[in-house]
């Protein structure tokens, strides 16, 4: 386990992050677990193993899951109009007639983007995205302007509010709740969508996150003293509260795309959820998971590759694809997980679901604009922190 403990100070010591955390894991043991720097740094209060963060874009994984247990029951069905369980018809304005599924969601190829803003508030609706009359059209940016949007790959923060919309209506209670009810709870973990349910030592533990430019101090972009914050965290409009929301009007509201917080210990968990050797998810919805869904062709494109970052997808999951393009030089089989990268984080979550062995890790900040990759999307620090953490449990070719 010598390569990522060494990564990981690397890292740290040279200034590319105030603080991070990895783990590896095999089936359901820890094999190594290490921590540097600090979660705070105007305290210098050290990094914790236990200490939360929000781990951006990971966040869509334990939303998936959440969407597939109410699968399972019977509340959700993958391959149904959405809009039978979202309280709102959702088209395509250039395809009226043509459904969109919660499938095809969550694979991102429903034709579905990224406008200016992804924002839950109460006060304000999800449909209100998606039809021109709503506050957010935003001049239908968030629609794919192509001949045929469905099956083109395009990742989108936004749609992940219309799963967890789905799952409110679905399940009749709160998205984070039911993230707690159907996920976090049976895997016995301390984790929460907008800090939703996380203990007060927890949130006393927790990591803030910044970004610093070349020469300068780390500059606090989200979380800034995270014990003082409200638990949920969540954004109104002006003389509004939790208690004017009505469930199932704004799944964006607790940040299924980004928001949850959450240790690398508790990703582990996760991992060994997606891999199947913490049984989570039936055996039929756990061959699902595992089954790839895109694949990027180059001609004619079937995607965007976001600058290359995104090879295949899964049911919920990024497929990391041996190859050119895969940030893992020499890797010998596909990885299933997701990178996060927001408000300076950097981290990743990813299980080889054959062996079952994985790992997690975050650094709770980086630079404005961190150095490229050198052989993938993704930035070099990522590229190292992956290698050495694939390299340390032989899942590469040396």
């Given at each position: 386990?010598k390569?990522l403990?060494?990564t990981?100070?690397?890292v740290?010591?040279?200034?590319d992050?105030?603080?991070?955390a990895?783990i590896l894991?095999?089936?359901?043991e820890?094999?190594?677990?290490g921590?540097?720097?600090?979660?705070?740094?105007?305290?210098?209060?050290?990094?914790?193993l236990g200490s939360k963060?929000?781990?951006?874009s990971?966040?869509?994984?334990?939303?998936?899951l959440?969407?597939l247990?109410l699968?399972?029951?019977?509340?959700?069905?993958?391959?149904r109009?959405?809009?039978?369980?979202?309280?709102f018809k959702l088209?395509?304005?250039k395809?009226?007639?043509?459904?969109?599924t919660?499938?095809?969601i969550?694979?991102?190829?429903?034709?579905?983007?990224?406008g200016e803003?992804?924002?839950g508030?109460?006060?304000?609706?999800?449909?209100?995205?998606?039809?021109?009359?709503?506050?957010?059209w935003n001049d239908?940016?968030?629609w794919?302007?192509?001949?045929?949007?469905?099956?083109?790959?395009t990742?989108?923060?936004?749609?992940?509010?219309?799963?967890?919309?789905?799952?409110?209506?679905?399940g009749?209670d709160?998205?984070?709740r039911?993230a707690?009810k159907?996920?976090?709870?049976?895997l016995?973990i301390?984790c929460?969508f907008n800090?939703?349910g996380?203990?007060?030592q927890?949130a006393?533990?927790a990591a803030?996150?910044?970004?610093?430019?070349?020469?300068g101090?780390?500059?606090?972009?989200?979380?800034?003293?995270?014990?003082?914050?409200?638990r949920?965290?969540?954004a109104t409009d002006l003389?509004?509260?939790?208690t004017d929301y009505?469930?199932?009007r704004n799944?964006l509201?607790?940040?299924?795309q980004?928001?949850?917080r959450?240790?690398?210990?508790?990703l582990?968990?996760?991992?060994?959820?997606?891999?199947g050797?913490?049984?989570?998810l039936e055996p039929?919805?756990?061959?699902?998971?595992?089954?790839?869904?895109w694949?990027?062709r180059?001609?004619?494109?079937?995607?965007?590759?976001?600058?290359?970052?995104f090879?295949?997808f899964?049911?919920g999951v990024?497929?990391?694809?041996?190859?050119?393009q895969?940030?893992?030089?020499?890797l010998?089989?596909?990885?299933?997980g997701?990178?996060g990268?927001a408000?300076?984080?950097?981290?990743?979550?990813w299980?080889?679901?054959?062996?079952?062995?994985?790992?997690?890790?975050?650094?709770?900040g980086?630079?404005?604009?961190p150095?490229?990759?050198?052989?993938s999307?993704v930035y070099?620090?990522?590229?190292e922190m992956m290698q050495a953490?694939?390299?340390d449990?032989?899942l590469?070719?040396?």
């Open positions: 386990m390569r403990a060494e990981l100070g690397a740290v010591a040279r200034r992050a105030p603080g991070g990895a894991f095999s089936g359901t820890i094999l190594w677990s921590v540097e720097g600090v979660r705070d740094a105007s305290s210098a209060s050290p990094l914790l963060a929000r781990v951006a990971i966040s869509k994984v334990a939303t998936a959440t969407v247990k699968v399972e029951a019977g509340r959700i069905d993958l391959d109009d959405i809009s039978d369980v979202l309280g088209r395509h304005p395809f009226p007639d043509s459904p969109i919660p499938r095809m969550l694979c991102h190829t429903a034709g579905i983007r990224d803003n992804y924002r508030v109460v006060g304000e609706t999800l449909e209100g995205f998606f039809v021109p009359a709503g506050k957010n239908g940016k968030h794919a302007d192509l001949p045929q949007p469905f099956g083109y790959f990742y989108s923060n936004l749609a992940m509010g219309l799963l967890a919309q789905a799952c409110e209506n679905a009749g709160r998205f984070d039911l707690q159907l996920v976090f709870s049976p016995g301390d929460g800090w939703s996380i203990s007060d927890a006393a533990e803030t996150l910044y970004r610093r430019k070349t020469q101090d780390w500059e606090v972009q989200v979380d800034g003293s995270p014990a003082t914050l409200p949920p965290n969540i003389g509004l509260s939790l009505g469930v199932g799944g509201l607790f940040s299924p980004g928001g949850l959450a240790s690398v210990t508790d582990a968990r996760i991992g060994m959820a997606l891999s050797v913490e049984p989570l039929a919805t756990q061959a699902l998971v595992l089954t790839p869904h694949t990027y180059a001609s004619p494109p079937n995607g965007d590759t976001s600058g290359g970052a090879q295949g899964g049911l990024h497929r990391l694809i041996p190859g050119d895969c940030p893992v030089a020499g010998r089989a596909e990885m299933i997701h990178y990268e408000y300076g984080l950097l981290a990743g979550l299980v080889d679901p054959i062996s079952a062995r994985g790992f997690a890790w975050f650094i709770t980086s630079l404005y604009g150095p490229a990759g050198l052989r999307g070099r620090v990522e590229e953490a694939a390299e449990l032989g590469v070719d040396l």
